[in-house]
């Protein structure tokens, strides 16, 4: 397990296989999420005393936001990214369920899913945590089979689009991109009604970003010689 605001998130990097859409959350777009939709759902003081599990957790660039706000929590992915988190399968059923320390189950499941099974990490999501949040784009609300297999039985708790854009880019986070693709929240707390849709409020990018979320998150040039030499 990788502690809470390690300064070398990308100190070793492993390409995944294209097959897995590894596509990393901007730190800000997760802290919307913390300081926007759990409070707006009720759960200020849960966060405080619950543990988080982010079961496609990849470098590690949500879970390490994630523990910024809530009292506890870990990643796991399919792949080894070389991050330390523990690798499994999340949607094998012999996956282990608990934190690797004292084997606590967790109660919020949060996590950027790969899109096309992304309908199987909620329902799996959804057999183990109270609380389900899952970032996706905002067109996976659309589509005949998610919701004759999730949204028509277990719709989500709350549908929570950003204003403003969310950029992503295969591979690697760039603080400095742009993007044309829309993307929400989709909240789900065990026993509660559906609510009205909340739009995350635009500002989000420049008030949730952090001085040191470059440093921490983004991939670093090579240095050259010369840059290294000055380093020393």
Request: a negative charge.
């Amino acid at each position: 397990m990788i502690p809470a605001g390690h300064t070398a998130v990308m100190a070793s990097r492993r390409e995944p296989p294209d097959s897995l859409e590894f596509f990393p959350t901007p730190p800000w777009a997760t802290r919307a999420l913390c300081k926007h939709v759990l409070p707006h759902l009720g759960l200020q003081q849960a966060m405080q005393f619950c543990a988080c599990w982010d079961p496609a957790c990849g470098e590690g660039h949500m879970i390490e936001v994630l523990l910024e706000y809530l009292n506890g929590g870990w990643g796991s992915d399919i792949f080894d990214y070389g991050r330390g988190y523990r690798v499994e399968d999340f949607l094998d059923e012999r996956t282990v369920i608990g934190s690797p320390e004292d084997g606590m189950a967790p109660e919020f499941i949060i996590s950027n899913p790969p899109f096309r099974p992304a309908a199987h990490f909620v329902r799996r999501a959804l057999t183990l945590a109270p609380v389900v949040a899952m970032l996706l784009r905002t067109a996976w609300i659309e589509g005949v089979e998610r919701y004759e297999t999730l949204f028509r039985d277990q719709p989500p708790t709350l549908f929570a689009p950003f204003v403003e854009r969310v950029p992503m880019t295969k591979g690697r986070w760039d603080p400095d991109a742009s993007t044309a693709t829309s993307y929400a929240w989709f909240v789900w707390l065990r026993g509660r009604q559906p609510m009205a849709p909340f739009w995350i409020p635009p500002g989000c990018r420049k008030a949730l970003s952090r001085p040191d979320d470059r440093r921490r998150f983004a991939v670093q040039p090579d240095a050259g010689p010369l840059l290294a030499t000055a380093a020393e």
